[in-house]
């Protein structure tokens, strides 16, 4: 079993909508979770970092880990073209920067 | 503004010979990771360095992969012979230092060996 598992998608919706992207991971003991956005032909950068459990929000993103179905979620609300890129879950194996990262979601939002 | 640097960002070779990949982190971070992604594996940790000390290397084939940071502005990633299934784009990106923290990526080197 892979330590991050996430749906590769593609996933397309109509601009406005609300996405939903999610990702399981295998080890109760991890506490520090990522979500990277990366654009074609771009490295990925940093969306969002929640630690724990809870919600964290900014802006138009919502980022949520469920620590007892060990299940991490990231919702964009208000979709924009411009929103269009893979998201990516990481997980921080060893709290000192080693992340894990999940296959990626390939996002894309029609006008 | 301040961003990681990766060179080249192309690279066409010949199986068996020398790769080497070049990476210039953004001034003042002190963490340097290799990451390898493909279509098929995602992205991969290859190895990483804290303070030019490398902290972890177990993603990397040992055989073929080298890297070393010879000072703090560069890392230099080799493989030695390479192979067909060594294309992928392969990232470099630094950090802080300072535990679970952001990651700033380079624009990768996109590496196709024939």
């Known amino acids: 079993q892979k330590e991050v598992e996430q749906d590769p998608g593609p996933l397309s919706v109509p601009e406005g909508a609300i996405v939903s992207l999610n990702c399981t991971y295998s080890?109760?003991?991890?506490?520090?979770f990522m979500w990277y956005r990366q654009y074609s032909r771009k490295g990925p950068e940093l969306l969002m970092y929640?630690?724990?459990?809870g919600n964290k929000e900014d802006g138009r993103f919502t980022a949520q880990v469920d620590k007892s179905s060990k299940y991490i979620s990231l919702f964009i609300r208000d979709s924009q073209p411009s929103d269009s890129a893979t998201y990516l879950c990481a997980i921080d194996y060893n709290q000192g920067g080693k992340l894990i990262f999940g296959q990626g979601t390939e996002l894309s939002v029609k006008p | 503004d301040a961003r990681v640097t990766q060179t080249p960002r192309h690279k066409v070779t010949e199986m068996g010979q020398e790769v080497t990949m070049r990476c210039q982190p953004i001034?003042?971070?002190?963490?340097v990771f290799w990451y390898r992604q493909t279509m098929m594996q995602g992205l991969e940790l290859l190895a990483y360095f804290r303070n030019r000390a490398p902290l972890d290397d177990s993603g990397m084939p040992k055989d073929r992969f080298s890297a070393e940071m010879p000072d703090a502005t560069l890392a230099t990633l080799k493989i030695q012979p390479s192979e067909p299934r060594d294309s992928a784009v392969y990232f470099c990106?630094?950090?802080?230092?300072?535990?679970?923290?952001?990651?700033?990526f380079g624009p990768g080197t996109r590496l196709l060996v024939l």
């Open positions: 001034l003042g971070h002190n963490t």
């Open positions: 080890n109760s003991a991890f506490q520090y």
């Open positions: 990106a630094s950090g802080l230092g300072q535990g679970t923290e952001t990651q700033y």
């Open positions: 929640t630690y724990s459990s």
